[in-house]
């Protein structure tokens, strides 16, 4: 059974990416003009509630889809279904505080010239949730405790603190508007070791309290793992696989995600001297000459005649396991 | 496994091996004193001698232009007879008779002009004139320019495309060309105006060719500034805040007034701040051909004007408004330079 | 018995910023054997990166070496002028960054910047370089080796640069290698390609390697030492066996938690290190990580903690291990 036919029981889902594409103009020239395919033909759901790992490497889409759902890129074709309405060209004004963003980097997604009890205040200003000021205060102070946080931090710049503190005022930020469903962009990526840890709790903690729903979008896949219930692995725009976490790890049949996981380094001595690592040959193609047929028949150990010009599709090989291969049981034998 | 045991020193005691509690430890984490944008930047302003020695001077130039004048006792029109062409700190025989006769007589620091009128009031009205216009003249074009400027290059696209070849086009109008023009084409009106309508009775006062030189500011020179704004707002919306502020909802005006302008604030001082001698020297320029101001409101540029004729005799009353004029826009330029250096973020590490 | 290859004794090193001093380096001793290869784990601020650098005699104004020695193949590298060095960089100890992009000069080719290592060190004329370039790119696993040598940084992927840089770092087959976090810019894809590739060439040309790095799978998987850097002090050392599962100092002990594993079967939540990284222009009397230190005693707020040495190979700094060692003293002397 296609997912993109799979039809979303209202209550469940809560967003649905149905063929989405963005492609990003790239000019050659005065007559012709190639296009970066960042996405192409892309569907998924998320279900109210969990967490959804986006998975892949520099070039595979991950970020520019968590942006696109926000409609902070305007999709060049596809729809994306929010709670049972199509959002994709609506005016999003409504819907921004039902939807929100974690961005990567904590140095770049804080006004440097406002304070921290402004950031924080900003979505509630221009969403006008606070009656007076007395109250707008009283919210934003909210807001610093929920993340550990506290007043005191209220009057300061964001120069002045460290970048687990910076992003911990960004995730404020995005909760102050008490969002359904917020993307997590990379979120801990640019943070020391021993600060992510601090902050993927505070994830869950805050996902268990408020009910969120999270697009978890990172390339650390064991973070990935540790929070999502469900991943779905990216490359070179497209869908690759899709299963739930344990299964995606485990129990992968996508001859990228094999390598991808196998690739991953395991702080382990003793379990990594006994690894059997599946390393790939070559580079990641440029998404401006996207190999035709399989993307991924450049570097595919399994890559024949029918990978290099049929397009496989998405398909569900168990329950809830969706990958996209010509080769599924060559691959699954081994 | 075999532990190799360190002998351990007299200083130690066993009391210390008891666990810390919070209070301790949190005593040894301080949090560093809040340093704002602003405060960074005049501290950095006041180490740099030369911007404040400049500050001074500009200070000095302020308090005799705006707030001497009310004191002293003579005033830029007046002439006064039997006192015409003295020379420095020289007195006229009916001043010095009533010297005499005991009253006291203020000098004429400079002496007076060929109509009997004190130099030196004249040259501290007309430094307020030359700031005036500098001051006024460079807010109209810190409003226009940043306004436009920023909503091209926010918008980008065919908006910016059409914006800046307007911008393009603008560059290449011949301004003293329109000054003269316009001073002669708005003459008449202005006039009837000033005339008619008790309101605008202050034109005459001002002079039409200072109105003249003010129009044509706002029509042309705010093209630099718009420039150089546009040129902030492209690189600072590439910045994630900004597209975090999209995220939250913020609109296109709210994003651009608190998020790219606010962003671009140490630019802006910094160019309006080297805008102002730029404005004055224009306007002395323009006074000094007789566009300018009308008499017998004073200029630094027409007191300059004024002297040529007598500059073999009375050499010091072309040299006292020039060198007034120079230490204006100096004092302007080297403040404008080190608020740059002070602000810029670049040097910030 | 090996012979040491390099030996820093008690270095201190301080930055003098126009805001105070710096204590990038606060006392550290690290030794290392020939054919080691020995990985500097730590976080932004432990002062690894520094250590890379003041080896190389790369120590960045306004940083000084205020203390100790460091001893490589003979030379004593603080000592040295900078004429001196020149000869032994790029010949007897290469340096790898973390951003080839950065790295290499965008305005020449690969060849030109290939050949340049050869002309300072080694005297083949212009026909013998090139054969030699064409040698290394080869060595490196590059492709139509010829066709790069002429191509510009630019036009190879990421992967691709941080070959030609490892190239360049072997062209006089150096004795020591330090990669100061090579991978982190790359995808975990190339990253694998890249470990594998310097663990060969590693025992081709019998070259000892220094790897700086964060992560903690990457030291898992290469180090045979591995030294724990914090806040410009060296808190533990030991092999990769007894660092991840006889850890002895808190810092280890959090780092390992807090770490999410991918090949654990069940969800163990993350138990993350509390507190912020230590501000280096205030750092506190006693061990520096005292105040994130669940075990803090109040000696290790006052006192920097001296060193315990639990093996021939491992020794760590901490005050409990002091405390054991007092408490076993005594039980023994009842």
Redesign the interface.
């Known amino acids: 059974m296609s997912l993109a036919n799979e039809k979303s029981t209202k209550n469940n889902t809560l967003v649905e990416v149905r063929n989405l594409k963005q492609y990003f103009p790239v000019s050659y020239g005065l007559f012709s003009k190639k296009y970066i395919k960042a996405i192409d033909d892309v569907s998924f759901n998320i279900k109210r509630g969990e967490t959804l790992g986006l998975v892949g ?2 070039g595979c889409g991950k970020t520019t889809t968590g ?1 696109s759902i ?1 409609r ?1 890129y305007e999709p060049t074709g596809g729809r994306i279904i929010y709670d049972g309405v199509d959002i994709t060209k609506v005016d ?2 409504p819907y ?2 039902k939807m ?2 974690v ?1 990567q ?1 904590p140095y ?7 304070t921290v009890g402004d950031i924080i205040g ?2 509630i200003d ?2 006008k949730l606070a009656g007076s000021k007395k109250e707008r205060t009283y919210m934003i102070l909210e807001m610093l405790n929920r993340v550990g946080l506290n007043s005191e931090h209220a ?3 964001p120069h ?1 603190f ?4 910076r992003q911990r005022i ?1 995730i404020a ?1 995005a909760l102050a ?1 008490n969002p359904e469903f917020i993307v997590c962009d990379e979120p801990i990526s640019a943070l ?7 902050i ?2 505070m994830f869950e903690e805050l996902q268990e309290k408020m009910g969120l729903t999270y697009l978890f979008i990172a ?1 650390d ?3 990935v ?2 929070i999502s219930n469900r991943i779905g692995v990216m490359y070179l725009g497209k869908l690759v696989e899709l299963a739930d976490s344990h299964e995606l ?1 485990f129990h992968n049949v996508h001859p990228y995600t094999r ?15 006994k690894r059997k ?1 599946i ?2 040959e070559g ?2 193609p440029s998404p401006l000459n996207p190999p035709s047929g399989c993307r991924f028949c450049t570097r595919c150990p399994y890559a024949d005649e029918r990978c290099k010009t049929e397009e496989p599709k998405l398909t569900e090989i168990s329950n809830g396991h969706y990958a996209a291969c010509h080769h599924l049981d060559k691959v699954q034998g081994n | 496994m075999d532990n190799k045991k360190k002998p351990l020193s007299f200083h130690l005691d066993v009391s210390d091996f008891l666990p810390a509690d919070e209070r301790e430890k949190q005593s040894m984490v301080v949090m560093r004193e809040s340093v704002s944008f602003w405060k960074d930047g005049f501290r950095r302003l006041r180490k740099n001698k030369l911007a404040m020695a400049s500050l001074v001077v500009i200070i000095i130039i302020m308090i005799s232009a705006f707030i001497v004048p009310s004191f002293y006792p003579y005033s830029y029109e007046q002439q006064i007879r039997g006192s015409e062409n003295l020379g420095i700190m020289e007195y006229s025989d009916a001043e010095i008779e009533r010297i005499k006769s005991g009253e006291e007589v203020f000098p004429h620091i400079l002496g007076t002009d060929s109509l009997g009128r004190d130099l030196m009031i004249r040259i501290m009205v007309g430094s307020k004139i030359s700031l005036l216009v500098g001051i006024v003249a460079s807010a109209i074009i810190l409003v226009i320019g940043s306004a436009y400027g920023s909503i091209a290059g926010y918008f980008g696209g065919k908006v910016d495309m059409i914006m800046m070849r307007a911008v393009d086009i603008i560059y290449t109008v011949p301004d003293i060309l329109i000054i003269i023009l316009l001073s002669v084409t708005l003459k008449f009106p202005l006039k009837e105006l000033a005339d008619n309508v008790k309101a605008f009775a202050w034109i005459n006062t001002v002079g039409i060719g200072l109105i003249s030189i003010f129009v044509v500011f706002s029509l042309l020179y705010w093209v630099g500034m718009a420039r150089i704004v546009r040129g902030q707002v492209l690189m600072l919306k590439e910045q994630e805040y900004v597209v975090a502020a999209k995220a939250l909802g913020a609109s296109d005006s709210r994003i651009i007034k608190k998020h790219l302008l606010t962003n671009s604030i140490g630019t802006l001082i910094v160019t309006t701040t080297l805008q102002i001698p730029s404005s004055i020297f224009t306007e002395s320029f323009l006074s000094f051909l007789g566009l300018g101001v009308s008499a017998p409101m004073p200029s630094l540029g027409s007191l300059a004007s004024q002297a040529i004729g007598g500059i073999s005799s009375y050499p010091h009353r072309l040299m006292a408004p020039a060198i007034v004029i120079s230490l204006i826009i100096l004092s302007f330029n080297l403040l404008g330079d080190g608020l740059r250096d002070a602000f810029d973020p670049r040097l910030k590490n | 018995m090996r012979k040491t290859l390099l030996d820093i004794k008690n270095l201190r090193l301080s930055f003098f910023t126009p805001a105070g001093e710096v204590k990038a380096l606060n006392d550290i001793s690290i030794s290392m054997q020939e054919g080691d290869v020995l990985g500097i784990v730590g976080e932004s601020g432990s002062g690894k990166s520094v250590t890379a650098s003041a080896i190389m005699g790369l120590t960045a104004y306004p940083g000084k070496i205020i203390g100790g020695t460091i001893d490589f193949n003979g030379h004593r590298i603080n000592e040295m002028s900078e004429k001196e060095m020149r000869k032994i960089r790029g010949k007897e100890v290469s340096m790898i960054f973390q951003d080839p992009m950065t790295s290499l000069n965008p305005v020449y080719t690969i060849g030109n910047q290939i050949m340049e290592v050869l002309k300072l060190h080694t005297d083949l004329n212009k026909q013998q370089a090139y054969e030699r370039s064409v040698e290394l790119l080869k060595l490196v696993g590059i492709n139509e080796p010829e066709k790069r040598l002429k191509q510009y940084p630019h036009e190879l992927s990421g992967g691709m640069r941080q070959r030609v840089m490892i190239a360049i770092g072997l062209a006089c087959e150096p004795k020591l290698l330090i990669a100061d976090e090579p991978t982190t810019a790359l995808d975990v894809t190339i990253q694998a390609q890249i470990l594998e590739l310097m663990m060969e060439l590693k025992n081709k040309i019998n070259m000892s390697i220094i790897m700086i790095t964060h992560d903690l799978g990457i030291v898992a998987n290469m180090c045979d030492k591995i030294v724990v850097m914090y806040a410009g002090k060296v808190v533990e050392t030991g092999t990769a066996d007894e660092i991840f599962y006889n850890p002895k100092h808190e810092y280890t002990k959090g780092l390992l938690r807090s770490i999410p594993k991918l090949d654990s079967e069940k969800h163990e939540k993350l138990i993350p290190i509390e507190g912020t990284p230590v501000d280096l222009l205030n750092p506190p009397a006693g061990c520096p990580f005292a105040p994130r230190c669940g075990q803090c005693m109040k000696i290790c707020l006052k006192r920097m903690p001296e060193f315990t040495e639990l093996s021939d190979t491992h020794k760590s700094a901490c005050w409990m291990l002091q405390k054991e060692a007092f408490e076993q003293k005594r039980r023994e002397e009842k």
């Open positions: 490497e520099s942006r926000l902070l999003m004004k921004r505080k929100q963003i961005f980097d770049a997604s804080l006004d440097p010239r406002m900003e979505p221009i969403n009057n300061r710049y002045e460290s970048g687990g503190q960004g930020r508007v020391d070791v021993s600060i992510q840890a601090q993927v709790n390339h896949i064991s973070v793992e540790h790890v390598s991808l996981i196998s690739a991953v380094p395991i702080p382990d001595p003793a379990s990594s001297r690592r390393v790939l580079d990641v």
